[in-house]
Nanobody
Framework: QVELVESGGGLAQPGGSLRLSCAASGFTFSNYAMTWARQAPGKGLEWVSAISSDGRDTYYAESVKGRFTATRDNAENTVYLQMNSLKPEDTALYSC??????????WGQGTQVTVSS
């Protein structure tokens, strides 16, 4: 069965960095675009980034453009989200999913990111 497991979240100071990972199994990872989304307390799910199946094309929400970078390693069935210059408003539960957007078929349980001094 499809499984997506995120890791790498935690507490970061404003201006700091974190690198999230999403390990995939149960499907042919290299055939799928992958999406990152986040949900802040009391808010809806927000699309953050998407990366094409071969990793050549990436897309970002305006709120994270220039600060976050999505990459993937198809040999390791893993997608990453490098988050730099973190802001308190980046605090959220971050999840990865298959496909390009919020209507992706499968989602992981998420990893919590908290940005606070």
């Amino acid at each position: 069965q499809v499984e997506l497991v995120e890791s790498g979240g935690g507490l970061a100071q404003p201006g700091g960095s974190l690198r999230l990972s999403c390990a995939a199994s149960g499907f042919t990872f290299s055939n799928y675009a992958m999406t990152w989304a986040r949900q802040a307390p009391g808010k809806g799910l927000e699309w953050v980034s998407a990366i094409s199946s071969d990793g050549r094309d990436t897309y970002y929400a305006e709120s994270v453009k220039g600060r976050f970078t999505a990459t993937r390693d198809n040999a390791e069935n893993t997608v990453y989200l490098q988050m730099n210059s973190l802001k308190p408003e980046d605090t959220a539960l971050y999840s990865c999913g298959t496909g390009w957007g919020l209507d992706s078929g499968y989602w992981g349980q998420g990893t919590q990111v908290t940005v606070s001094s």
